[in-house]
């Protein structure tokens, strides 16, 4: 049985079997989560030490004590959204499984629930992979896979489309595309996780269009069968046909003779009546 697949068998369907199931790269998710905030917070903290200098120069002592106490803030709110952004990390990691069978790509996620995500193998899929410049600092071999299928225009699961509806939900919309996208983030080895769902879903298509030719081979046998029913059944009347046309003309010669050694007889009687007389 494939490691922690039980993860997902509340969703799988009787004849769905699991592949793989992963997680994403831990480091690589924690490089993305932090480094991602560093700017507002960099603006936050020097707003604060800026605003807090003003106010010192204008007002003197009293305003010195002023600013600090809005450095003291500031550095606060900030320590808060740290916190805040640490804990979120925490059960976002924790609940973030991803998952292919033979019929679907799975993703586990949530923050405080327990949400999954299906898309159909079936459905007219594209995908690629996606190596940020992170990926390629941090040489981990990480990189996301997305994947966005074009059969329901204008759906858009997870809310708010662009990267970064992906990043924090797993599914979103593209700008300039239609349908709905689908992303494992932060994956090891996603080149290779992808050519495995790409086999998975060629051997779905061979297996489908061999049922289409075995039904296809099963109705061109009932056509021929039913052919050469007819064609029997046609013969067995023709035979029938020719019998009875025997048997008639069998009748017409019996009947002939029967008339002829009438008249013989005939004949017979009034050659002797003739005689004797």
């Not at 120069?57 to 606060?76: D, K, N, R, S, W």
């Amino acid at each position: 049985m494939v490691e922690n697949a039980q993860i997902f068998q509340q969703v799988l369907t009787n004849d769905e079997q699991v592949i793989r199931v992963f997680k994403p790269h831990k480091g690589r998710f924690w490089a993305s989560r932090l480094l991602g905030h560093l700017p507002a917070l960099f603006f936050l903290l020097v707003f604060g030490v800026i605003f807090g200098a003003v106010i010192f120069v204008e007002a003197g002592l009293a305003g010195g004590l002023i600013a600090l106490f809005i450095i003291l803030a500031v550095f606060g709110l900030i320590l808060l959204f740290f916190g805040i952004e640490l804990l979120a990390g925490v059960l976002w990691y924790k609940n973030r499984w991803y998952c292919f069978t033979n019929r679907r790509v799975i993703i586990q996620c949530g923050i405080i629930g327990r949400n999954f995500r299906f898309l159909d193998l079936n459905q007219n899929m594209n995908s690629f992979v996606r190596i940020s410049v992170l990926d390629r600092m941090l040489r981990k071999n990480t990189g996301s896979i997305k994947f966005w299928t074009m059969m329901n225009p204008g759906m858009n699961f997870g809310g708010g489309g662009g990267w970064g509806a992906g990043h924090g939900r797993g599914m979103g919309t593209t700008p300039g595309m239609t349908g709905s996208m689908f992303y494992f983030m932060y994956v090891q080895n996603p080149h290779e996780i992808l050519r495995e769902i790409q086999d998975q879903v060629q051997n779905n298509q061979n297996q489908l269009a061999n049922l289409n030719q075995q039904q296809i081979n099963l109705m061109q046998q009932l056509v021929q069968n039913t052919s050469n029913n007819n064609a029997g059944g046609n013969m067995g009347n023709n035979n029938m046909g020719g019998m009875n046309n025997n048997q008639g003309f069998n009748n017409n010669n019996n009947n002939q003779n029967f008339n002829n050694n009438n008249n013989n007889w005939n004949n017979n009687n009034n050659n002797n009546n003739g005689n004797n007389w």
